[in-house]
């Protein structure tokens, strides 16, 4: 198992130690405030010289705020943000008829819309994107990479969103690029199956196995909202769920333990052993953000979007005629060689 | 790859890596351009993936391109193309593939090339090593054919168009669609609307195209879905409940003809008998009993003389036409044409249009 998972582009380019993974998100924030300043400066600027009267951009900030003085998401508050979000995924599919629920949204796609927001949060801010509908997005490109396609139309007509299809095609190309493109994710299910299986092999109780391996889907389920994915393999995720379901039950899984790993050397097993238990901690000590506290943040994020991504933003005007001038230039280069071409041919008549 | 670097940045680097040049083919998801990497010069294929209008509207990024960008992601190996980038541009998918200069089908059509029994042992190993490294890494081709296995300049076979493929190995896939694999490649079993099989649909293709390259002409070529089956049980002598279990159930509601078996040795008068069993084992009707990739390549065709030739020294063709490079890297491919003045090489490319056209869009 562990040279198979070693040849995945979970292992490549997901996985991390725990120092690594902070270095990711501070680095990665810090940078983020910052460009996201430059363009609230930048705003702020445009804004001035704008005439009050006539066609009149929206004005994302209060004239009177200075943006020095704008408050930014600190990266605690983005990740209990997307730790709030990525908990409304299974809330979201439950507004979908219970036939596609049932067929189509399994827990496979879920693990994988919960993976694809976390892996999209760790490389962008949500200055830049809010995550209301980047959960979407990222739910319906589960469907798809888990070939469980969903049309777009149903997620519009099912769930209270406002925005247009077109808004999440666009934000599905943007959350491909983040992903890298890399859609397959190996979640601890499998394994937990696997074991499952396997435990049955090894001892009698089977009626027992079956209530530990439902109750270790729970845990696994629970530990998508955490940090595991980026920081254990899948196989032992699973190992620790299923550890912890038989504790709940009171069930001794030592000799199912000792049958299987005792003939591995003590600093292997112990190194194992250490990881089971920081997965217990982590699931253990997980508590989902509250709904008053993703309020409260998603008031201040409110204040410091990004005014590049507002259509209607100064900036945003600015862009688009920097764009359609560039384009005018390219069209006018063209032409020009069309010019000279047709020129060149009526030479050959001369 | 920079952990660090925003994604729009990194993309854009990736962008400007490569140089497109020109057109090479076009289909209905996809127009294919040759390109350079500029740091290095080395020729590449740039498809482009349309966003496409099916009958229901748009739906995003393509799903065959969903299908192909996520198995090529996960695969690394000497047999199967390398996906070397990805870049969107004005919401179009770019794929960054090898380029190679031929395929399989080009090198049997061929008959300017004369194949010896070494070259055939070659090209078989190659493909099997790759599918195995596909079926290792729980993915299903579901579309190999000869058309679809490149050859590149050093001779070496690498498996394309995975367009069609999906992860498998989930104990608790359901839906599969059985509308896979083109028809004269397909597998008994699909023919039956299974909503659920397995790596043995590959090694059935890869039987079909082992008799290919004996014959040098297709080896089961159907006209119709019901023509193939009898065009199977013809040649290989219609199954009974012995020789698939769960046969006659699958059949209930159809009557078929029944055919006796006639040993393949009639048919592959030149073939040794390592070469027949390893075929014959490959044709299995029970996809249970059916060899793998594993078994498959420890077989003694393999290990008992003559050695595959090495892929450098292996014939190839002495021309090849700019037209029809790496058109198979395009998924459907209905309006290629310019593929050779042969009338055969025609009827055979409007019998896979035909082929192709029955694929429904969503297909999981």
């Known amino acids: ?40 400066l930048e705003e702020a600027e445009l804004q001035k010289s704008i005439p009050t009267r006539g066609e009149q951009p929206e004005r994302i900030n209060s004239p009177r705020l200075n943006p020095a003085e704008i408050e930014y998401l600190k990266m605690e508050d983005e990740l209990a943000l997307c730790n709030y979000y990525q908990t409304q995924i299974p809330l979201v599919v439950s507004k979908f008829p219970e036939e596609i629920q049932k067929n189509k949204f399994t827990d496979k796609v879920k693990a994988s819309a919960i993976t694809y927001v976390k892996r999209f949060y760790l490389r962008n801010t949500m200055m830049d994107y809010h995550p209301r509908d980047i959960i979407i997005t990222c739910l319906f490109l589960a469907a ?81 909202f955490t940090d595991t994915m980026f920081l254990y393999q899948p196989s032992q995720i699973a190992l620790a769920t299923v550890r912890i379901a038989a ?104 | 790859m920079s952990t660090f670097q925003a994604p729009e940045e990194e993309e854009l680097q990736i962008e400007n890596k490569y140089l497109k040049e020109k057109k090479i083919g076009e289909g209905t998801y996809a127009k294919v351009y040759r390109g350079i990497e500029r740091a290095t010069g080395r020729t590449v294929a740039i498809k482009k993936i ?85 079926h290792r890494n729980w993915i299903l081709h579901r579309d ?61 293709s890869v039987g079909c195209i082992f008799a290919e390259l004996l014959l040098r002409t297709p080896y089961l070529a159907g006209e119709s879905d019901l023509a193939q089956l009898e065009l199977i049980f013809k040649a290989l002598g219609t199954p009974t409940e012995e020789d698939w279990p769960g046969f006659s159930e699958l059949a209930r509601d159809m009557k078929f003809q029944k055919y006796s078996r006639t040993p393949l040795q009639v048919h592959f008068k030149a073939a040794g008998s390592d070469a027949i069993d390893l075929l014959e084992k490959m044709l299995t009707y029970d996809p249970n009993k059916r060899i793998n990739t594993r078994e498959a390549l420890l077989h003694s065709y393999f290990r008992k003389l003559p050695r595959p030739t090495p892929p450098d020294q292996l014939p190839k063709q002495k021309k090849t036409q700019e037209n029809v490079i790496q058109q198979k890297e395009l998924n459907s491919k209905p309006t290629i044409q310019n593929r050779g003045e042969q009338t055969e090489h025609r009827k055979r490319k409007a019998q896979e249009i035909s082929n192709k056209g029955e694929k429904k869009i969503h297909r999981s």
């Open chain 1, 1 to 40: 198992m562990k040279e198979l998972f070693t040849e995945t582009s979970q292992y490549r380019n997901w996985f991390y130690s725990k120092e690594k993974l902070q270095e990711i998100r501070e680095k990665n924030h810090a940078s983020a405030v910052e460009r996201v300043k430059q363009r609230m």
């Open chain 1, 144 to 224: 798809k990479t888990e070939f469980s396609f969903v049309p777009i139309e149903d997620f519009i007509k099912f769930l209270p969103t406002k925005a247009t299809k077109e808004v999440f095609f666009d934000l599905e190309l943007i959350v491909a690029r983040s992903l890298r493109y890399e859609f397959t994710i190996h979640h601890p299910y499998l394994s937990a199956y696997g074991l499952f299986l396997d435990m049955q092999t090894v001892l009698k109780d089977a009626k027992t196995i079956q209530v530990i391996y439902e109750k270790s889907k729970e845990f696994i389920h629970k530990s998508l």
């Open chain 1, 247 to 350: 504790k709940e039950l009171n069930f001794n899984l030592n000799s199912y333990f000792s049958i299987k790993f005792n003939s591995e050397p003590k600093e292997k097993l112990d190194s194992l052993y250490k990881k089971l238990d920081e997965i217990e901690n982590i699931i253990k000590e997980y508590e989902p953000t509250p709904l008053n506290k993703a309020k409260e943040i998603d008031a201040r994020l409110h204040k410091c979007k990004n005014p590049e991504k507002n259509p209607n933003s100064a900036i945003s005007r600015k862009r688009k005629l920097e764009r359609e001038g560039l384009e005018d230039a390219d069209n006018h280069k063209k032409k020009k060689i069309e010019d000279e071409y047709q020129k060149s041919l009526e030479e050959v008549f001369k």
């Open chain 2, 50 to 134: 349309k966003l496409v209008q099916t009958e229901i509207g748009s739906q995003g990024i393509e799903l065959s391109a969903v299908r192909e960008v996520k198995c090529l992601r996960e695969l690394r190996h000497p047999n199967v193309i390398e996906l070397i980038d990805i870049y969107s541009h004005k919401s179009n998918l770019k794929l960054v593939l090898e380029y190679l200069d031929s395929d399989l089908e080009m090198i049997i059509k061929d008959k300017s090339i004369l194949f010896q029994a070494p070259d055939i042992k070659s090209w078989m190993l190659m493909t099997l090593r790759g599918l195995d490294h596909c």
């Open chain 2, 144 to 204: 190999m054919k000869p058309n679809n296995l490149l050859v590149g300049k050093d001779g070496q076979l690498k498996i394309a168009d995975f367009g069609l493929a999906r992860d498998y190995g989930d104990p608790h896939a359901k839906n599969m669609s059985p509308q896979v694999v083109t028809r004269w490649y397909r597998a008994p079993e699909l023919f039956f609307m299974p909503s659920q099989y397995g790596y043995a649909v590959d090694i059935w």
